[in-house]
């Protein structure tokens, strides 16, 4: 099982910006597809971005596409998520997931390892 650790949340007002990482551990990073999550309580977890082993593909939602920009750096074991132009609407606890198959999804079923999360909160 890989472990993940993110870090990076915190607190900013809209339109600023933040940088997530999601620091991995336990085997190789490279072996892993890997995506960044959202949840609000009492909401479902929202799949925002997905990247490939190697970095060379990516899948964003709608909700961050253009803002946010996932990238890893497998040399540094280390997931990334570029967060811009925060909306009150983006605040929540933010996951970084990584799983073994090929997929393209951003479905939290197919995705078997989790980190803790950071919590992202951005105030109007």
């Known amino acids: 099982q890989l472990q993940l650790v993110e870090s990076g949340g915190g607190s900013v007002q809209a339109g600023g910006s933040l940088r997530l990482s999601c620091a991995a551990s336990?085997?190789?990073?490279?072996?892993?597809?890997m995506a960044w999550f959202r949840q609000e309580p009492g909401q479902e977890r929202e799949g925002l971005a997905r990247?490939?082993?190697?970095?060379?593909?990516?899948t964003y939602a709608d909700s961050v596409k253009g803002r946010f920009s996932i990238s890893r750096d497998n040399a540094k074991a280390t997931l990334y998520l570029e967060m811009n132009d925060l909306r009150p609407s983006d605040s929540a606890m933010y996951y970084c997931?990584?799983?073994?198959?090929?997929?393209?999804?951003?479905?939290?079923?197919?995705?078997?390892?989790w980190g803790q999360g950071t919590q992202v909160t951005v105030s109007s």
């Open positions: 997931a990584a799983d073994l198959r090929a997929t393209w999804s951003l479905q939290q079923r197919d995705y078997t390892d």
């Open positions: 336990g085997y190789p990073m490279r072996a892993y597809y």
């Open positions: 990247i490939s082993k190697m970095g060379e593909t990516t």
